[in-house]
């Protein structure tokens, strides 16, 4: 099966280069200038993965994740020419799978896009024959339905932050280090992610799931090592 990508981005330069290179992979290209018109492709196409950029005009690339996440857990590759943490955290936090940071390398971004499809490919070939639920105090992960339940409450987490509490609550009482944490999630060598990556989905999933995000009661941190939640 093609898998469809669509580029947003109001640079034109950047829109025709990437289209040459995900098209040289046999991908097919959709592209958008902002973020109304990345919405009404979506409205209209089945898309399978979204480049997103951060700065555009009509709909930013931040409010434009906002809302495709009211709907759809399509991976999304934040880009952005920005690069400080803080912008990052905000990409992240909307949503986003991954961040690149501009100017960036067609092939390492090729390698992302393909990771994130890798992932979301093993996600759905393993719902089905594993255990669905996994049951930690009054924490229940729904690995059928990917949903998860904090004390009764139900917990919207991002299709990353689902797959690494997954990780984590799958192995209980073993220790993910980040580089391990990243193979794992994103199927992929870590050659082209950044430590703050993994950090930042790790500090969103303890906002949502833990009563004291600094004192968590799930994912603990083993200094210098890396996450585990204990039996």
């Not at 009054?138 to 997954?166: M, N, Q, W, Y």
């Amino acid at each position: 099966m093609v898998r469809t990508i669509l580029v947003v981005d109001d640079d034109r330069e950047i829109r025709d280069v990437l289209h040459i290179y995900l098209q040289n992979e046999g991908y097919h290209v959709w592209e958008a200038e902002d973020g109304t018109q990345a919405l009404e492709i979506l409205g209209r196409e089945k898309v399978h993965l979204i480049i997103l950029d951060v700065m555009m005009p009509k709909m930013d690339g931040i409010k434009a994740c906002l809302k495709i996440r009211e709907e759809s857990s399509i991976p999304i590759i934040m880009l952005s020419s920005k690069e400080e943490y803080l912008d990052k955290i905000t990409g992240l936090s909307t949503g986003a799978d991954d961040y690149v940071t501009k100017p960036f390398n067609p092939l390492e971004l090729i390698a992302r896009v393909k990771a994130q499809l890798r992932r979301q490919n093993y996600l759905t070939a393993n719902q089905a024959s594993d255990v669905s639920e996994i049951c930690i105090e009054d924490l229940i992960i729904h690995k059928d339905h990917h949903r998860v339940t904090v004390r009764g409450k139900e917990i919207a987490l991002t299709p990353i932050e689902f797959s690494i509490l997954e990780l984590l609550a799958s192995s209980l009482g073993q220790v993910f280090s980040i580089d391990k944490i990243y193979q794992n999630v994103w199927k992929e060598h870590h050659a082209y992610y950044s430590e703050n990556t993994v950090m930042v989905h790790i500090r969103n999933i303890r906002e949502k799931i833990e009563l004291h995000p600094r004192e968590p009661q799930f994912i603990k941190t083993v200094w210098g090592v890396g996450y585990k939640i204990e039996k």
